[in-house]
């Protein structure tokens, strides 16, 4: 397999807003992310990626954008951006910006204009269709709750919106709106040397011309609004490619809602000239029920194997797959797919990091993963920020389908801003975060979960995170070799091996806090230990996995 940099490189996730705030406003800022640029340099990582910076009205926290090319003012200037990025080259790092042209803010000036008249020259860089029967265009519900059509005064029609209201969608079928994203992309990579992009709900940019009525589920209160990997996604890509992307040496990753194996490989596929990989959802789909992520179902292992497993072995050789637990829209990975436990919290996120970071891909840390932050006990709705979660919990209430108390619970266990509070740094006041008062709540467990104590502790989650990101670098099998599945009926275990120029990993975890009997397969008799979570000195034959227990062999 093509060797190249970003198949070599481990991301970390920076959610600015909740990162390291220096002016004492309660937000994080581009000067707390400088100012913590060592902290990561000794983690090890070799690219950041950052949530969306530029100017915001900040309905959906920044993925609302007033001004592609400008600082949102509460993150600072634009000479605060180029001291930033300045100090992650000089730490060889790398800088990846989010890209979010699905759709803009409606407060962006294209839509400003565009909902003054019908004949406006901005007009159709939105989707703008007539009502129907008095009605909506479709039965369309977007994202974020309610219909995904917003009716305008002014002309007395409506524009498509996936996400809020105030995150109008663009209409890709118009070249000029094609030109404007690739110039404004091109400026980011040609004048301020960022690294490469991830590119926000890209598999939804194009939609099906005639915008049919989607499925609707019984009891559901819309449709479908089926827009993934619509007619001409693929030929946008290649556009966007050979306009911008071919011409910079960048890494860039789509997130794709609703991509199959089958659609990455063409996104990602090493010969298309589209993307290098696509963020999927299959993985953290499996928790769903009946109203989508609010339930209280959990992860069920078999399946979980099953699903990264397709990706690991079809993807192998023909597209490149990006390897993630968490990130700013998922609950926090050790709540959901761990045991967050005082007993078993720091056992099992070593677990679940090695689990991840031995596949074949390129492996993303989400802010405060690396010291095992968890879920956040929110107690009371209005201590939530996040949108998508207040809108889901008057929505899913009002209509009877859950009950308030089941939906608060529900977002304890799933809601987004479980990711989003104060990265916890020490255990002064707020954690370090800020001296002002933060945007949202600290999570109480800070005095003990914070980065200090973890640097501090040779034993921490930190400290191990530092030991697989530096194994990357040595070890050329953990990004190229090829995975294999054993045990798929296990309950308890996920086991698999990566193989690479006759050499060979056999990787052990334990989902579980029970011991559990395996015998290890004779081939990798005498084999090294490569890395575990209990320091275990040897391993062959029958063994009882641990509690927790991540063990990987290397013969
Ligand atoms: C996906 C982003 O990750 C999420 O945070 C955002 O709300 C939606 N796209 C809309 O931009």
Not at 100 to 116: C, G, I, Q, Y
Not at 163 to 168: A, E, G, H, L, R
Not at 378 to 396: L, Q
Not at 521 to 530: K, N, R, T
Request: with cysteine; charged share 25%; glycine share 8%.
């Amino acid at each position: 397999m093509e060797k190249a940099w970003w198949k070599e490189a481990v991301v970390y996730q920076i959610y600015p807003r909740s990162f390291m705030d220096s002016n004492g406003d309660g937000i994080g800022d581009l000067n707390g992310i400088t100012s913590r640029l060592d902290y990561l340099k000794e983690l090890g990582i070799d690219v950041i990626w950052l949530s969306p910076v530029y100017q915001s009205p900040n309905d959906d926290n920044g993925y609302d954008i007033s001004d592609y090319q400008a600082i949102m003012k509460e993150f600072g200037t634009m000479e605060d951006f180029d001291k930033m990025i300045e100090g992650i080259h000089e730490r060889g790092m790398r800088l990846v910006m989010d890209l979010v042209v699905n759709h803009t803010s409606d407060e962006h000036p294209w839509f400003l204009e565009s909902r003054k008249s019908k004949d406006n020259e901005y007009r159709d860089y939105y989707m703008w269709r007539d009502g129907k029967d008095g009605k909506e265009p479709n039965n369309w519900g977007s994202y974020f709750s309610g219909s995904a059509w917003q009716h305008d005064e002014a002309t007395d029609m409506y524009y498509l919106h996936l996400f809020s209201k105030k995150q109008p969608d663009l209409n890709w079928e118009n070249p000029k709106v094609r030109d404007e994203v690739f110039s404004m992309m091109n400026w980011w990579c040609g004048e301020k040397g960022i690294d490469g992009f991830r590119m926000d709900v890209i598999s939804l940019i194009s939609k099906q011309p005639d915008l049919p009525d989607g499925p609707q589920a019984p009891g559901a209160l819309y449709g479908y609004a089926d827009c993934a990997n619509g007619p001409r996604v693929h030929e946008f890509l290649k556009e966007m490619n050979q306009k911008v992307l071919s011409k910079y040496d960048l890494m860039t990753v789509g997130e794709t809602a609703g991509v199959t194996i089958e659609e990455a490989k063409r996104y990602a596929g090493f010969d298309e000239n589209e993307l290098n990989m696509v963020f999927h959802f299959e993985h953290v789909g499996l928790d769903g029920g009946e109203h989508g992520k609010w339930t209280d179902k959990r992860v069920p292992l078999v399946e979980f194997k099953k699903v990264m497993s397709a990706w690991q072995t079809e993807l192998d050789g023909k597209a490149w797959n990006s390897l993630y637990l968490g990130n700013h829209d998922q609950p926090r990975s050790i709540s959901r797919f761990g045991d967050d436990s005082e007993e078993y919290r720091v056992i099992c996120a070593k677990m679940l990091a090695t689990c991840l970071h031995m596949m074949q891909g390129t492996p993303y840390v989400y802010q405060g993963e690396e010291i095992g932050m968890t879920n956040m006990p929110f107690a009371d709705i209005s201590e939530v920020r996040d949108i998508e979660s207040i809108n889901a919990y008057h929505e899913m209430s009002e209509a009877g389908l859950i009950s308030k108390e089941d939906m608060l619970r529900f977002i304890c266990l799933k809601g987004r801003d479980n990711a989003r509070t104060p990265m916890q740094w020490d255990d002064s006041e707020n954690a370090g975060f800020t001296t002002g008062t933060p945007w949202i709540g600290v999570n109480p467990n800070y005095k003990t979960i914070n980065a200090e104590a973890a640097r501090a502790d040779k034993d921490s989650v930190f400290h191990y995170y530092r030991k697989l990101i530096a194994m990357r670098k040595e070890e050329p099998i953990l990004a190229y070799g090829h995975y294999a599945l054993l045990e798929p009926d296990n309950e308890s275990l996920y086991v698999y091996t990566r193989e690479l120029d006759g050499q060979k990993l056999l990787v052990i975890c334990n989902f579980t806090k029970d011991a559990v009997n395996y015998d290890i397969p004779a081939e990798f008799d005498g084999a090294q230990i490569l890395i575990g979570n209990y320091g275990r000195t040897e391993a062959q034959g029958a063994i009882e996995v641990k509690p927790y227990e991540a063990l990987v062999l290397k013969k």
